[in-house]
Structures are given as C-alpha cells and as structure tokens.
C-alpha cells in the first residue's frame, strides 16, 4: 500500500500509530512534493531567462545581417559603376594582401 491508499483508508479502524505513522508519511510526501516544485520553479525560471536572452540575440544579431546585407547591396551598386580596370586592381590588391597574410 502506498501513502494514497493509507490515506484514502483512513476511516477504517486504525490503531492510534497507525494513525500516526500514516500522518507521518503524508507529511513527508507533502514535503519531497514540495521540493520537487521549488526545483521544477527554478528550472522553468532558469529556461525562461535563456529563451528570452536568446531572443534578443538572435533579434541583435538579424540586425546586423540586415545592416551587412545593405551595406553589401550599397557596395555592389557602387561598383557597377567602376571601370572594368579598377576592379582589376582592387582584385588584385586583395589577392595580394590575402598572400601577404598567409
């Protein structure tokens, strides 16, 4: 028998201990439940902080991307407007100073 059953057994006859160990159990049993809440409380808080810091880094983060992506659209536009010769020499300047990096 568990502690529901000598709980819901309750209006048999009983000796006096038996009243008592079984008020015992459920004590007990109230007291590990309630442990177990405080730890599942804190478990849901410490998972609910992270899911919102991880959305405000991912909400930075898009940011940026937008800011590269139209920074990389300003720059392409710009360049279709060089001469075929300059880019030659921009090419070739990062060539070399990707060499040099190595």
């Given at each position: 028998m568990d502690i529901v059953?000598?709980?819901?057994?309750?209006n048999s006859m009983h000796t006096p201990?038996?009243?008592?160990?079984?008020g015992?159990?459920?004590?007990?049993?109230i007291e590990?439940?309630?442990e177990r809440l405080k730890r599942a409380n804190e478990n849901h808080e410490h998972f609910q902080r992270e899911w919102y810091l991880r959305g405000d880094k991912i909400?930075?983060?898009r940011s940026k991307v937008w800011?590269?992506?139209?920074?990389?659209?300003?720059?392409a536009d710009v360049s279709e407007r060089w001469?075929?010769?300059l880019v030659?020499?921009?090419?070739?300047?990062?060539h070399q100073a990707l060499k040099e990096g190595k």
């Open positions: 059953d000598d709980l819901r057994d309750l201990k038996e009243v008592s160990d079984i015992e159990k459920a004590a007990d049993e590990r439940l309630r909400e930075r983060l800011a590269l992506l139209n920074e990389l659209q300003r720059i001469e075929d010769s030659s020499q921009i090419n070739e300047m990062a």
